[in-house]
């Protein structure tokens, strides 16, 4: 069997999270013949961490990663950079999901301990991996509304909570515009480019990463596979996609999963008057209280200097490749949500926009199994890539090596991801629900 690359991952707009990181030495491309135990297809959380969870069950393992560009300037540099512990259904009204919150959380939090131990282990900067918790912020008597809800909702699975009412909101962001907000412990905030530079350098000491090396096919021949790339190829006995939604690319799961982008944009950095007219604290996260609401996040000299990063707009493109006219729109509407927000702060231009690759399945469920023998996948990460694709990544790893889990069982329990209805009526519902849902978040 031949898998073929009928398309290779594209972006739009600069790696904005990496870009004010600096330059980084990076990792050469592969341009001869290797020989692996496992190779890994995608250089993301899944992929990074499918590595390490290899190396972790058998150090003697021959591991090999590729990635299509530059580690932590594809999806995974590209997130807003929030790894949540507790329910987090953006396809609900107030994030509190329809499954078993309580297995998910659990596992949620295996996640983050993996990262944690990451960080510790290969020297990863702190501020790059900031157990800070969030806040859902409330702009609305609606939002309000959702976030009491969800309280309750965490009331039930036994959950901390703190409740924030308009001066601690203020106190917090400088903003007069949110009316309340929940504040959950739990969630780590990353430097999202930083964090996956740090686990790729790191893996670099036991395995081969190579960049600018995209997968164009993936061959079986006989027990092993030999994936080849532009300049060279890997043969492996195991290979382990973790690509997200360009998993459709190889002909996986076709019709079944949807391939949706959100847009953000980062402000130049603060100057010291800006800085003192905005006031609140110097780094912190608000997802909205309604899932199609706008994320924001402050951050500071420990994560790429002090700028403000918005993130709202979302758009459903089955070819992977967003629009220029999307990217111009989602810029509009962040200079709008950054003004509501911050009128303090007139002066400060945007620096960046960008738009990041999600991948979602209807039924909400992941693409981590085996697909034939020796060929597995760490895909479709339903928009909780950091967290959800540390652990298909895991599961991945475990099962190549034959290892069985509380993640493994989690995934094999899931159904495939439903297909989708027929196109192009598929994508002009989907864009039509989200703009009504975007319409409906208002002020949010």
């Known amino acids: 069997m031949t898998y073929f690359a009928r398309r290779l991952p594209r972006h739009r707009g600069p790696a904005a999270w990496s870009e004010i990181l600096g330059k980084s030495n990076g990792f050469p491309r592969l341009e001869t013949h290797v020989t692996a135990d496992?190779?890994?297809?995608?250089?993301?959380?899944?992929?990074?961490?499918?590595?390490r969870r290899v190396l972790q069950l058998d150090p003697q393992c021959r591991v090999v990663v590729l990635d299509a560009?530059?580690?932590?300037?594809?999806?995974?540099?590209?997130?807003?950079?929030?790894?949540?512990?507790?329910?987090?259904?953006?396809?609900?009204?107030?994030?509190a999901?329809?499954?078993?919150?309580?297995?998910?959380?659990?596992?949620?939090?295996?996640?983050?301990?993996?990262?944690?131990?990451?960080?510790?282990?290969?020297?990863?900067?702190?501020?790059?991996?900031?157990?800070?918790?969030?806040?859902?912020?409330?702009?609305?008597?609606?939002?309000?509304?959702?976030n009491r809800n969800y309280s309750k909702h965490l009331d039930g699975l036994g959950e901390q909570w703190e409740w924030?009412?308009?001066?601690?909101?203020?106190?917090?962001?400088?903003?007069?515009?949110?009316?309340?907000?929940?504040?959950?412990?739990?969630?780590?905030?990353?430097?999202?480019?930083?964090y996956a530079l740090g686990l790729a350098a790191g893996l670099s000491r036991a395995a081969e990463v190579f960049e600018h090396s995209p997968a164009l096919t993936i061959r079986r021949e006989g027990v092993s596979w030999t994936?080849?790339?532009?300049?060279?190829?890997?043969?492996?006995?195991?290979?382990?996609?973790?690509?997200?939604?360009?998993?459709?690319?190889?002909?996986?799961?076709?019709?079944?999963?949807?391939?949706?982008?959100?847009?953000?944009?980062m402000s130049e950095e603060?100057?010291?008057?800006?800085?003192?007219?905005?006031?609140?604290?110097?780094?912190?996260?608000?997802?909205?209280?309604?899932?199609?609401?706008t994320t924001m996040r402050r951050i500071d000299t420990g994560?790429?200097?002090?700028?403000?990063?918005?993130?709202?707009?979302?758009?459903?493109?089955?070819?992977?490749?967003?629009?220029?006219?999307?990217?111009?729109?989602?810029?509009?509407?962040?200079?709008?949500?950054?003004?509501?927000?911050?009128?303090?702060?007139?002066?400060?231009?945007?620096?960046?926009?960008?738009?990041?690759?999600?991948?979602?399945?209807?039924?909400?469920?992941?693409?981590?199994?085996?697909?034939?023998?020796?060929?597995?996948s760490a895909c479709v990460q339903n928009g909780l890539g950091t967290a959800r694709g540390t652990l298909t990544g895991i599961a991945a790893a475990e099962r190549a090596l034959g290892h069985v889990s509380d993640i493994t069982r989690y995934f094999d329990a899931e159904a495939e991801p439903r297909k989708l209805p027929s196109q192009p009526l598929a994508t002009w519902g989907a864009n039509a629900y989200l703009r009504l849902k975007e319409w409906r978040a208002g002020t949010e």
């Open 164 to 194: 924030l009412d308009a001066q601690d909101m203020r106190d917090l962001t400088g903003s007069k515009h949110y009316r309340s907000g929940l504040y959950t412990p739990g969630t780590v905030m990353l430097q999202p480019a930083g």
């Open 97 to 146: 999901g329809p499954g078993d919150d309580l297995a998910l959380t659990r596992l949620n939090r295996q996640a983050i301990d993996f990262g944690q131990s990451a960080v510790d282990e290969y020297g990863i900067p702190p501020a790059f991996f900031d157990p800070a918790g969030k806040v859902n912020g409330a702009a609305s008597a609606a939002g309000d509304g959702h």
């Open 227 to 265: 994936v080849q790339t532009p300049k060279g190829s890997v043969a492996a006995s195991h290979v382990i996609l973790c690509v997200n939604g360009h998993l459709e690319s190889f002909g996986v799961a076709q019709g079944r999963l949807m391939q949706l982008f959100l847009f953000a944009s």
């Open 270 to 293: 603060l100057s010291t008057d800006a800085q003192a007219a905005l006031g609140g604290a110097p780094r912190w996260g608000v997802t909205p209280s309604d899932p199609m609401g």
């Open 38 to 51: 496992v190779v890994v297809v995608g250089a993301g959380y899944a992929g990074l961490s499918a590595a």
């Open 303 to 376: 994560q790429g200097g002090h700028r403000i990063v918005t993130r709202t707009a979302a758009v459903v493109r089955p070819g992977m490749q967003p629009k220029g006219r999307d990217l111009r729109r989602a810029a509009r509407l962040h200079r709008d949500k950054f003004a509501q927000r911050f009128p303090q702060l007139s002066d400060v231009r945007q620096a960046y926009a960008w738009g990041g690759h999600l991948c979602l399945s209807l039924n909400g469920v992941a693409h981590a199994r085996e697909i034939e023998r020796g060929l597995f």
């Open 69 to 95: 560009g530059r580690v932590a300037e594809g999806a995974a540099g590209r997130n807003s950079g929030f790894m949540i512990d507790l329910p987090h259904d953006l396809a609900s009204n107030d994030f």
